[in-house]
């Protein structure tokens, strides 16, 4: 790989110095896919590390997930199962915490190519998308799961007693609080396709009705739970996410 530095040319107006891209990189195709090998190798070696930490901490991370089913029982209902329980929110936890480590891999892969305007966005824009995953999964633990849990637990309490398989439980709540997570980088998403010029402001204000469908239809699939005080919290979530991205879009000039 040959890589030369390009210098500033003093002809360029700003505009053309912003879209230049700082390092002139020559790789042929094996280079790309070795570089790309690398970053995924260590990635997953972070993720290894960070899995096998939890692992050995996972009995107070279960704690703290079982709080939101207060007065239930969880039951092992085959040999086994509390431990695959544990190997899975290891894993869930583990690629959390390698998150930032993965995140730094991916800039570094990418980072060649961008232009000078584009790395200006990129620290933001990763902020941005970190901050409110980890947003969506508080909103998801403290509210919507509670939610969700309160009608179960409350729907047919006086002619069922209240005992879950404890795999049942954590499947539920892990792939609930991970997909709310992915739900709250919308404005993300926004922010990206405006500033590649697919879609701008005034095209996502004009389709905010099937906006409101899609956030309604969404709220109803991802929320596990049938009433409609879960499912109105998500969708509206994702509205105030979308109208809140849309602002910053305008804010942006985009």
Not at 219 to 228: N, R, Y
Request: aromatic share 14%.
């Amino acid at each position: 790989m040959a890589t030369t530095e390009v210098k500033p040319n003093p002809d360029l107006n700003p505009e053309e110095y912003l879209d230049e891209i700082p390092e002139d990189l020559e790789m042929s195709l094996f280079d790309h896919l070795e570089e790309l090998r690398m970053r995924i190798f260590y990635s997953l070696i972070a993720v290894a590390i960070a899995m096998v930490g939890c692992f050995f901490a996972v009995r107070p991370i279960v704690n703290i997930l079982e709080v939101p089913a207060q007065g239930v029982k969880f039951l092992q209902l085959a040999p086994g199962e509390f431990f695959w329980v544990s190997f899975k929110v290891a894993a869930y936890c583990g690629i959390l915490l390698a998150s930032p480590f993965i995140i730094y891999q991916v800039v570094r892969f990418v980072l060649p190519g961008l232009t000078r305007r584009e790395r200006r966005l990129l620290g933001p824009v990763v902020l941005g998308a970190s901050v409110l995953f980890f947003v969506g999964l508080g909103f998801a633990y403290w509210v919507l799961v509670p939610a969700a849990l309160n009608f179960f637990i409350n729907y047919g309490a006086d002619v069922v007693e209240q005992a879950w398989s404890i795999e049942r439980y954590f499947d539920f709540i892990l792939l609930f609080m991970f997909c709310t997570g992915l739900v709250f980088e919308v404005p993300i998403l926004q922010i990206l396709l405006s500033l590649l010029g697919i879609v701008s402001s005034a095209q996502m204000t004009a389709g905010w009705r099937f906006v409101v469908l899609g956030a309604v239809i969404l709220g109803a699939v991802l929320t596990p739970s049938t009433d409609p005080v879960t499912q109105s919290l998500l969708a509206g979530a994702v509205l105030g996410l979308y109208f809140g991205g849309i602002g910053v879009v305008k804010v942006i000039g985009r």
